[in-house]
């Protein structure tokens, strides 16, 4: 069992920054693969990006080069750093956990979720 909490949304201007953090607890985070997820209301839960416990990590097309995931095993941490922020970018953020060991990009692939941390960028 893993419980996750995020952290760290708010409100931005276009092309500012964000970083947000994932603390986990319970079973060992090291061993399994992280995930950021978003969702704006009325629409479905899109993959953003995700990092395996080697740190291989993969993101979405929509933020390749802008959005960056990395992880602190030692203080059990996911993080997601936002940049270059756009108004599309405004959702609620989600981290996820996954016992497979490889990149997994489907929602159905991660058996635990934080509750969100909402982003809203102005224009």
């Known amino acids: 069992q893993v419980q996750l909490v995020e952290s760290g949304g708010g409100l931005v201007q276009a092309g500012g920054s964000l970083r947000l953090s994932c603390v986990a607890s319970g079973d060992t985070f090291s061993t399994y693969t992280m995930g950021w997820f978003r969702q704006v209301p009325g629409k479905e839960r899109d993959f953003v990006a995700a990092?395996?416990?080697?740190?291989?990590?993969h993101a979405a097309d929509s933020v390749e080069g802008r959005f960056t995931i990395s992880r602190d095993n030692a203080k059990n941490t996911l993080y997601l750093d936002l940049n270059s922020l756009k108004p599309e970018d405004t959702a609620v953020y989600y981290c996820?956990?996954?016992?497979?060991?490889?990149?997994?990009?489907?929602?159905?692939?991660?058996?635990?979720w934080g509750q969100g941390t909402k982003v809203t960028v102005s224009s």
């Open positions: 996820a956990a996954s016992r497979s060991g490889r990149i997994v990009t489907s929602v159905e692939g991660y058996h635990y």
């Open positions: 990092i395996t416990w080697l740190r291989r990590t």
